[in-house]
């Protein structure tokens, strides 16, 4: 930089340099201004002008001007030091000067941080003719002295030396600017009281932070209980912080609801990021269930879905509604019950239009795609529950699938869960003989009139005693009797048959238990049928017709429940009382 020079005075010695401010001592000792007095004695004298560098171009030369020196302190607070110190400033002329461009540099002391001492970055902030003892964090700029300047700031010399302390201030991030000189925000919290509740126990609000990422305060607050609506009902519900937002929200939520929570929710302790502004955090409330927290709507729910199941090809309709953002578990399920339209059931053969009633609900798909009919209960699945029966919620989605009977009558309960009873048939074989081709039984009809097997069983030949003689005879099956016989029932003896007998294919009714029938066995005469019991049977009387007053003997038997046919007379003869003296002789 071009700079003017002065002339300061003269000097019988050649100087060979631009004096300073400050170097006033070092002019010649015989230096005399224009106009001062010289003396000649025995020779000539040679001056040679002597030049001083002028900083304001005026004059006079800064060297023959008073000048003032700026000193820096160092200033170290809490037992920490202090190096890279800029050197001073000497021999600097009254006026505006610039300090140095260069910062000294602080250890690091340990700042109280939430009650926890946490060595921290100290940074120069700046110089001050007033020395301080603190370290200055965000938010404190007005309580830096008034005539603070930064490094290279400028400083006005008037009559005296200057001496400038060192100002520190702490830096959170260790890198800078020191926080005191950055602007600094708040983040305010408010309690956002939801349907006339009050709120209590609020976090301070946390004052002078620096632009960033800020955790909030752990300090959670507390809501009043207010009324919940229940099915109609208002319930005195507890409800809990879910968390803040910036966004004020005027709703208390509820399971399921998440994802409706503000986009910008954290719960508390969560981070905010401070960018130019303040930050105002709203309370977010939530319905807890179970009065203990977490609340509802930070809890995983899950939901109840209802599965028709339509079984055959039919329909069903009247389909409870899905229950949705359960929390884990025991859940009632819904009392309404679907309904299935009828479909066709194998009947003996037969296709027959059949009321199909709901029987209750399985999650297991695999084992209710079947209609159940009587006495298939211990096939229902193991889970199965009736309509409004309770369901265990763990981690999953609970699936319900409609399990469905069959309704004989159409009424219902469904035949499944509706005592059932069993038809046995017993062969009940007679004088040794084995019986064959049995009826099945018939098994889980409900209570009422059944109709029996029209399959009649088979019995082997018997001996049976003719007239003395063994004679191998056909047993035909006659019927079915509740009452055991230990007979093979003959012509004439029809009275002689149980009461309660019937034929293949009749009726029976059952009341409240199984009902065992034992087969009825009769001769057969001719081997052909039907049985000789069931058929008409006759007599052939003998009478003995005494002639004149005679007597007769030795009658025949009469021979009683023949079926129609050729039947021989046997061969007892009957015998006449003589009449008159003479002999009188049967003749046929």
């Given amino acids: 930089m071009s700079t003017v020079v002065l002339f300061v005075g003269w000097s019988q010695t050649q100087t060979n340099y631009i004096f300073a401010a400050g170097e006033r001592d070092s002019l010649p000792a015989d230096w005399i201004p224009a106009g001062g007095n010289v003396d000649i004695v025995d020779a000539d004298i040679t001056l040679y002008a002597i030049w ?146 009050t709120v209590s126990n609020m976090p301070a609000d946390q004052l002078h932070l620096l632009p960033g990422t800020h955790a909030t305060r752990n300090q959670e607050p507390t809501h009043t209980n207010v009324d919940r609506d229940v099915d109609g009902t208002d319930v005195s519900t507890v409800v809990l912080f879910v968390g803040w937002s910036q966004t004020q929200t005027n709703t208390i939520f509820a399971a399921g609801e998440r994802d409706s929570l503000p986009t910008d929710w954290i719960p508390a302790g969560g981070n905010v990021d401070i960018v130019d502004a303040d930050v105002t955090l709203y309370a977010i409330w939530g319905w807890s269930t179970d009065g203990d927290g977490p609340p509802d709507v930070l809890r995983d729910s899950f939901n109840i879905y209802y599965e028709g199941n339509a079984q055959q090809g039919g329909t069903v309709s009247n389909m409870p509604a899905d229950q949705l953002h359960l929390l884990p578990g025991t859940h009632a399920t819904r009392n309404q019950e679907p309904t299935h339209t009828n479909v066709d059931r194998d009947v003996d053969g037969t296709d027959v239009s059949t009321v199909v009633l709901f029987v209750g609900w399985s999650q297991t798909q695999t084992q209710t ?100 003689t063994d004679v191998s ?56 049928g039907p049985p000789d019991v069931l058929r008409d049977s006759f007599n052939i009387y003998y009478e003995g017709n005494a002639q004149q007053g005679g007597t007769v003997s030795n009658m025949p038997t009469d021979q009683l429940h023949l079926l129609p046919g050729t039947h021989g007379l046997g061969s007892v003869v009957p015998e006449h009382s003589d009449v008159n003296n003479t002999r009188v002789l049967f003749v046929g």
């Fill in 52 to 197: 001083g560098w002028s900083t304001d171009g005026d004059g006079p030369p800064d060297v023959l001007r008073d000048s003032f020196n700026i000193y820096y302190e160092g200033n170290a607070q809490q037992g920490g030091t202090v190096s890279n110190m800029p050197t001073d400033q000497l021999h600097l002329l009254p006026g505006t000067h610039a300090t140095r461009n260069q910062e000294p540099t602080h250890t690091n002391v340990d700042r109280d941080v939430d009650g926890t001492d946490v060595s921290t970055v100290v940074l120069f902030v700046g110089w001050s003719q007033t020395p301080t003892n603190h370290i200055f964090a965000a938010g404190e700029r007005d309580s830096l002295p008034t005539d603070w300047i930064p490094a290279g700031g400028n400083v006005d010399i008037v009559d005296a030396d200057i001496t400038l302390y060192a100002i520190w201030g702490w830096s959170t991030d260790g890198d800078g600017p020191p926080d005191v000189l950055r602007d600094s925000f708040n983040i305010y919290y408010e309690g956002n009281a939801q349907q006339g509740g």
């Fill in 369 to 468: 795609n079947h209609i159940f009919a009587a006495g298939e209960r211990d096939s229902l699945p193991t889970d199965w529950i009736p309509a409004g029966g309770d369901v265990d919620i763990v981690d999953a989605d609970v699936t319900l699938y409609a399990i469905w009977g069959w309704s004989t009558d159409g009424d219902g309960p469904p035949d499944v869960r509706r005592d059932s009873f069993n038809i046995y048939y017993e062969g009940n074989a007679q004088q040794g003989g084995t019986v064959s081709n049995m009826p099945a039984d018939q098994l889980n009809l409900l209570p009422g009139t059944h109709a029996t097997r029209t399959q009649e069983p088979t019995h082997t030949n018997v001996d049976r005693d003719v007239d003395g």
């Fill in 473 to 528: 005879t056909v047993v035909l099956f006659v019927g079915w009797s509740q009452t055991q016989t230990n007979h093979i029932f003959a012509a004439g003896e029809r009275d002689s048959l149980p009461t309660d007998w019937i034929p293949a294919g009749g009726d029976v009714d059952i009341v409240d238990a199984d009902v065992t029938l034992y087969a009825i066995w009769v001769w057969s005469t001719d081997g052909d």
